[in-house]
């Protein structure tokens, strides 16, 4: 009980130094029910939408919430990583660090889209913006993650250069100082950042993203020494040396399609695929957080829940600064 009490002051002293160090980035017209009276049904439209998406693929799943994260953290939940390049423009989904995203995530997005706006009295009036981040929440659900209720009332940007993504986003050599860097400038602290990372409880990377922990992690190390044996031997039959580096592989080798704190419990056993994930356990700081919610997925989904609700407000766009797409991967 004393370790419970300790992390809950903890977690609590941390919330409250957070939001007195980073104001929440968020407008006074994101709200629940935002469309009550615009397009009542657009939950539901959107839900089904997702739903069918859902049964035809699981990588609708991972593909959606790292779509969701890699808009967020780019530009603002703006939806301006769904744009596509023009020859006058190379939009965000184009940059090096977004060339991994699975299009099923795109394809769930504009999906929806397509379903809301079949409906006449809800056509061009929900943003595309919105529907991503009512998506990702109806994906975190359908793996076994908890449900919760998504703030609405985003318009969509109006801007979207590769450019724009330099430095915006998480690498998976990040140590704890970089990761607690980048989050907390969209007022995130450490323990937003990781249970956000506990998205990696779900989908996939490539041999080349972690290559270099199990062959030439240092002169002296060719291989990590924070990763379990065992998973060493697992991961370099599954990629071998001069194997194509866009070879996938399960993020988490023991739950990879149910959205849960197995994650954590990974972590426990030197079973992080990357060092980002790895750090979190590895570094006595964070270490705390991996334990508690490795031993009570309870706390872990509340945590999540106030995360993912808090990354949904960043940079979020109203009025002149944005509008609604009739076509979510082109401006108007």
């Known amino acids: 009980m004393g370790r419970r009490f300790n992390f809950s002051v903890i977690l609590i002293l941390s919330f409250s130094l957070n939001l007195f160090l980073y104001p929440r980035i968020v407008s006074s017209e994101l709200k629940r029910n935002y469309y009550a009276k615009i397009c009542p049904n657009v939950e539901n439209i959107v839900r089904k939408a997702v739903e069918k998406k859902f049964k035809e693929t699981f990588v609708t799943v991972p593909g959606t919430l790292r779509l969701f994260f890699h808009d967020c953290f780019v530009e603002g939940c703006d939806a301006s990583v769904i744009i596509q390049s023009t020859e006058s423009n190379k939009a965000e989904k184009d940059h090096p660090d977004n060339l991994s995203l699975a299009g099923d995530g795109f394809d769930t997005v504009i999906k929806a889209k397509q379903a809301v706006d079949e409906v006449s009295s809800c056509k061009?009036?929900?943003?595309?913006?919105?529907?991503?981040?009512?998506?990702?929440?109806?994906?975190?659900?359908?793996?076994?993650?908890?449900?919760?209720?998504v703030e609405l009332g985003r318009l969509d940007g109006l801007s979207s250069t590769a450019s724009s993504v330099n430095g915006k986003l998480p690498h998976p050599t990040f140590k704890l100082n970089q990761l607690n860097s980048l989050f907390a400038a969209h007022g995130l602290n450490q323990l937003d950042m990781i249970a956000l990372s506990?998205?990696?409880?779900?989908?996939?990377?490539?041999?080349?993203?972690?290559?270099?922990?199990?062959?030439?992690?240092?002169?002296?190390?060719p291989v990590d020494p924070t990763i379990n044996k065992t998973y060493v031997a697992e991961l370099k039959q599954m990629c071998p040396k001069k194997v194509d580096p866009r070879i996938a592989i399960n993020m988490d080798p023991i739950t990879p399609n149910t959205f849960d704190n197995v994650y954590f419990k990974n972590l426990q056993q030197h079973k992080g695929l990357f060092t980002s994930d790895q750090i979190l356990?590895?570094?006595?700081?964070?270490?705390?957080?991996?334990?508690?919610?490795?031993t009570d997925s309870n706390s872990f989904n509340k945590a999540f829940i106030t995360a993912i609700t808090k990354l949904g407000r960043?940079?979020?766009?109203?009025?002149?600064?944005?509008?609604i797409r009739h076509d979510c991967s082109a401006f108007n």
């Open 314 to 323: 960043v940079g979020v766009k109203t009025g002149k600064n944005g509008n």
């Open 124 to 149: 061009n009036k929900v943003s595309c913006a919105d529907i991503l981040a009512m998506a990702t929440r109806d994906v975190v659900a359908l793996s076994g993650g908890p449900s919760y209720e």
């Open 281 to 294: 356990y590895t570094d006595s700081r964070s270490r705390p957080a991996v334990n508690a919610w490795a």
């Open 198 to 221: 506990a998205a990696h409880t779900v989908g996939f990377s490539h041999c080349g993203k972690f290559s270099n922990r199990i062959y030439n992690f240092s002169p002296k190390n």
